[in-house]
């Protein structure tokens, strides 16, 4: 194991910016039927891994998201994604828990990915890295976690794709996961969440920079990435996180630095202003082919149809513990997606709790600073805590 980063994150956190290379006595087998060998893992751990390994916790995070859940971001400089989530005395309390979040197969920061060199080549993957399902991210992650020697996690948790990988876990390994906490997520994606990433992924397509994903060494040796059709589906993208109310108490039809109209195609409100800074930004710390990937990844999942077609029987048996939460204001995810996982555990006699928050801050609801959502995973944690016998 190779460590690409040294010294502490500040305020406590131990130990981060972990990088290793797992090559399994088995090959890891995507759904897709390739075989890969060995596979480049990037991850970070807090906190301490307890005598018993009983306090491990697997965060799992989003599309945009990468391993850096509350370290420092190595590329761009800003705080980690659930920094007000994980940390010391925080609701994932690194005082008692060891937590650990790895950069998803098809990522951009550090694990295997279409910008990875390939074994043979030594060029990037580009369209010749296979096609991966949330179901091969969580294999991996469980290879991650043989590497470490922990056989069962404490919980799982995550948002959005974070929560699907969350639910997966819980359904490929009810073994292995004593609490599972899927937070604004779905069991499967509907046809209007395909449509969202379908206009993503036709925009950097469409970006004559994307040369059919072989746009890693431009004429100059320099990345000529499709950076213009990136930032276009990250925008489109984020608007399906806010809602309605959010954006008109945030912005209404507010001018960007100006007091009337242009009578042009300039930034004149300050939603425009914002989503263009959103995908400027984004393209700094983000791989277009990962893009593709990981939104068809999304695309493909379906629990219910993995399991023959009845949702519930994911889960039969299962003595996993659930927390789930929704957000009133979600639009992409709505609750109605949750109420189903929560029916479907109900009628697989899964202990399962149950909320949805009130918020008008729509799907991005799970990575802001929102006091009752603090509150209840809290407090699940520590009553499951208490029946696992972590203090």
Request: net charge negative.
């Amino acid at each position: 194991m190779m460590s690409n980063r040294s010294g502490e994150t500040g305020d406590r956190l131990a130990e981060a910016g972990r990088h290793t290379v797992l090559a399994a006595t088995e090959p890891l087998v995507l759904d897709c039927g390739v075989a890969l060998s060995s596979v480049p893992v990037a991850y970070e751990t807090y906190g301490t891994l307890n005598e018993e390994k009983s306090n491990a916790i697997l965060i799992c995070h989003a599309l945009s998201g990468d391993q850096f859940v509350a370290s420092t971001h190595p590329l761009t400089g800003k705080p980690g994604w659930w920094a007000n989530t994980v940390g010391p005395g925080k609701v994932f309390d690194t005082d008692r828990f060891f937590i650990i979040c790895s950069n998803v197969l098809g990522g951009c920061m550090g694990t295997l990915g279409p910008s990875s060199p390939h074994p043979k080549s030594g060029r990037p993957w580009g369209l010749d890295f296979p096609v991966i399902t949330i179901g091969d991210m969580v294999r991996l992650q469980a290879l991650l976690l043989d590497h470490l020697e922990i056989d069962t996690l404490f919980a799982v948790a995550g948002g959005s794709m974070g929560g699907m990988q969350a639910l997966d876990w819980a359904a490929r390994y009810p073994e292995r996961v004593f609490t599972a906490l899927p937070i604004a997520a779905a069991a499967h994606h509907s046809a209007q969440n395909i449509a969202f990433h379908e206009v993503g992924r036709q925009a950097i397509m469409a970006d004559p920079r994307w040369r059919d994903g072989a746009y890693y060494d431009g004429e100059d040796g320099a990345a000529q990435g499709p950076d213009a059709g990136l930032a276009v589906a990250r925008m489109a993208a984020h608007i399906t996180y806010m809602s309605e109310d959010g954006l008109t108490d945030r912005f209404g039809r507010a001018l960007q630095d100006r007091d009337a109209l242009t009578f042009g195609f300039d930034a004149d409100f300050q939603i425009e202003s914002y989503l263009r800074h959103q995908g400027l930004s984004f393209i700094d710390r983000f791989d277009a082919n990962s893009y593709l990937y990981i939104t068809r990844a999304m695309d493909y999942f379906d629990l219910a149809a993995q399991a023959g077609g009845r949702l519930a029987d994911a889960f039969r048996g299962t003595r996993t513990r659930f927390c789930v939460v929704s957000f009133s204001s979600d639009w992409l995810y709505p609750t109605a997606e949750s109420r189903a996982i929560v029916h479907a555990l109900n009628a697989a006699g899964a202990p399962v709790s149950f909320v949805e928050l009130e918020t008008n801050l729509g799907h991005d609801s799970f990575l802001l600073d929102v006091p009752e959502m603090n509150r209840i995973l809290t407090g699940f944690l520590s009553s499951a805590g208490r029946a696992r016998g972590i203090e």
